[in-house]
C-alpha cells in the first residue's frame, strides 16, 4: 500500500493547485473561469497545452500497443504527429486566437454560427463533437483505474480507483476552472518530464543494461518481429498519419488554443512541441517494447503467457475464453509492472505518481465540454440573458458533475484497450470533422449544409463502427473477421485491434468523404451569402 499511499498524497496535492489556482472573478464572469481571462503566460501555456494532448493514451495506451506491436508504435503516432499537430497550432490555433481575441469567441461552434449562420445546425455540430469527446475522457478514467489496481497490486480495485481520478479531476476542475486545469496541466507535464528519464534508467539498470535485452530479442525469433516494422502492414502504418488532424479539431486544443494572453506564445510551442512529444512518447513506447524481455517479473510473465495461448489455441477457444485472455495479456499496465520490478519501494511510488500525472489529463476535455454546453447550448438559447453569468458558471460546474459519473459508468464495462478506444473513436471522429475548421477559415463558398454533411457523416461512421465492434467480437491476434468483400478484395474486415477498410483505420475513408461532402454539398446548395462585415472577420 505505501505507493498507492504516495500517489493518494500526490493527488491531495494537485487537487489543492488545481483549487488554489482559482480566480476571485470567476465565480461570476464566464471568460475567467472557462478561458482563465484569456491570460496564460508562455510556460504554462505550452506545458499545459502538451499535458492536455499527453494523455493515458500516449502513456499507458502507448506502452500497452507497443506490448503488442512492437517498436513501429513510435512511428505510427509519434512521427507524423510531431510534424502535423504543430502546423495545426501554426495555421489554425493562431487563427482561432485571432478571431476568439478580437469578436469574443469561446468555442468553435460559436465561430461556426457567426461564419455561416447556422443556429440549429451548430447545435448539431455541439452535440456531434460532446459525444465524440466522451470515449477520451473514459481512457482517462481507465487510465486511473490501471494505475491505482497495478500500483497497489490490486488492493486498490479498478473500479475504486477510477472513482479516485474522476473525483480529483472533477473537484479541481469544479473549483478551478481554466486557470487551476492549465495549473494542474503544467505541473502534472513537468513532473512525467522529469521522472520518464528516472524511469527509463532505473529499469534499465534492473534488467542489466537495455542492449542486452535488445541483444535477446534480436537473438529470439518470436520477439524479434517487434524490434521492426514486419507486424504493421505499408497502408495500415499510412492511415495513422490522418489521426493528427484531429487534434486541432479537438474542441478542448481550440479552447485552449484561446487561453494564450499574446499570439507570440505560439512560437515557442510550436517549436518545443515536437521536443516534447519525443520526451513522452520515446521512453513510453520503448519501455512497452523491452517489457516482452522482463521475463522474471511474474506479472509480465503471465501477460506473455496468455499472448502465447491466445495465438497457438485463438480460434478454436469461446469468444468469452478469448476475451478473458486478451485482458490477461493486456500491456496497459507495463510501464507500472516493469517498475514494479525493477525500482525500490519508494522510487516506484513516485514513478507511480508520475504516471498518474499522465493519465489525469481529462480534465481540460471535461472542462472543453462544459464550457461548450453553456455557451453553445445556455447561451445561446438565452439562458444567461435571463439568470446572468453566475447561473451560467454554476451550470457548468453541473455539467462537469454529470459528465464526470457519465464518463465512470461507461469506462467500469468498457471492454476494449485504451489505445483501441481513442483511435477508433475520438481520434477518428474529429480526423473526421477537421475539414469543418479548414473550411470555416479557409473556404469563402463553403456553406452550413457542407457542415451539416459532414457532421452528420461523421456521427453514422463512429456510430457504425462502434455497432460493428459490439456485434462481431474481436479474433486472436493475426486473424481477420470478413466482413464487407467484394470480387475476393476485403473491403471492411474485422481485426485483433480493431475494424480495418481496405487494410487501413477507418479514420482515412471517414476523413476523406467528409471533406468531399464538404465540397459537394457546398457547391450544390444555394449560398446564404454571409454580409461584408462577417466575410472580413475570416478573409
Known sequence: MVPAIVIFAYLGLVLYIGISGRSAEQHTNAESYFLAGRSLGPTVFLLSLVGTNMTAFSILGASGHAFAN?????????????????????????????????????????????????????????????????????????????????ISN???????????????????????GMRGTALVNAFQTTLFLLFGAIA?????????????????????????????RELISPWYFFSYSFIPLSSIAFP?????????????????????????????????????????????????????????????????????????????????????????????????????????AAVMASDSQILAL?????????????????????????????????LTLAAYAIALWMPQSIFEVATQYAFAGYASLFPLLVATLFWKASTKWGALASTVWTAIAVAGIAALQTIVPAPP?????????????????????????FGMLPVVLMTLISGLLMIVVSLATPKAKPTTEVLARYF
Open 252 to 356: 478542448h486544443i481550440a479552447i485552449f488554443c484561446l487561453t494564450a494572453k499574446r499570439l507570440n506564445h505560439f512560437k515557442k510551442t510550436v517549436i518545443l512541441y515536437p521536443i516534447c512529444m519525443l520526451a513522452i512518447w520515446l521512453p513510453s513506447v520503448f519501455l512497452g517494447v523491452v517489457a516482452n524481455q522482463a521475463t522474471t517479473v511474474p506479472t509480465i510473465q503471465a501477460k506473455l503467457e496468455a499472448r502465447a495461448t491466445l495465438e497457438t489455441t485463438g480460434p478454436t477457444l469461446t469468444p468469452n475464453e478469448q476475451s478473458n485472455l486478451r485482458a490477461q495479456a493486456s500491456g496497459d499496465d507495463v510501464i507500472l509492472r516493469l517498475v514494479e520490478g525493477y525500482a525500490p519501494l519508494w522510487l516506484a511510488a513516485l514513478l507511480g505518481a508520475a504516471v498518474m
Open 200 to 228: 527509463v534508467s532505473v529499469i534499465a539498470a534492473g534488467m542489466g543494461g537495455f542492449s542486452q535485452a535488445m541483444e535477446s530479442m534480436l537473438a529470439d525469433p518470436s520477439k524479434a518481429p517487434l524490434l521492426s
Open 370 to 402: 462544459s464550457t461548450m454546453f453553456t455557451q453553445d447550448v445556455f447561451t445561446y438559447y438565452g439562458g444567461t440573458l435571463r439568470f446572468g453569468q453566475t447561473a451560467q458558471v454554476q451550470t457548468g460546474r453541473a455539467f462537469v458533475v454529470l
Open 70 to 150: 512492437g517498436i513501429v508504435t513510435y512511428g505510427l503516432m509519434a512521427s507524423s504527429s510531431a510534424l502535423v499537430i504543430p502546423i495545426g497550432l501554426f495555421v489554425i490555433g493562431t487563427r482561432l486566437w485571432a478571431l476568439g481575441r478580437r469578436h469574443g469567441f469561446m468555442t468553435p461552434v460559436q465561430i461556426f454560427r457567426d461564419r455561416w449562420s447556422c443556429g440549429h445546425i451548430g447545435t448539431i455540430i455541439f452535440a456531434v463533437q460532446a459525444v465524440l469527446l466522451v470515449p477520451y475522457i473514459i481512457i482517462a478514467v481507465m487510465g486511473g483505474g490501471t494505475t491505482l489496481s497495478a
Open 154 to 176: 490490486g488492493f486498490v480495485p479498478f473500479w475504486l480507483g477510477g472513482a479516485v481520478v474522476s473525483f480529483v479531476v472533477m473537484g479541481y476542475v469544479f473549483f478551478g
Open 477 to 501: 491476434p493475426g486473424e481477420a473477421v470478413r466482413i464487407l468483400s467484394l470480387a475476393g478484395t476485403d473491403i471492411v474486415t474485422r481485426g485483433s485491434s480493431g475494424t480495418l477498410v
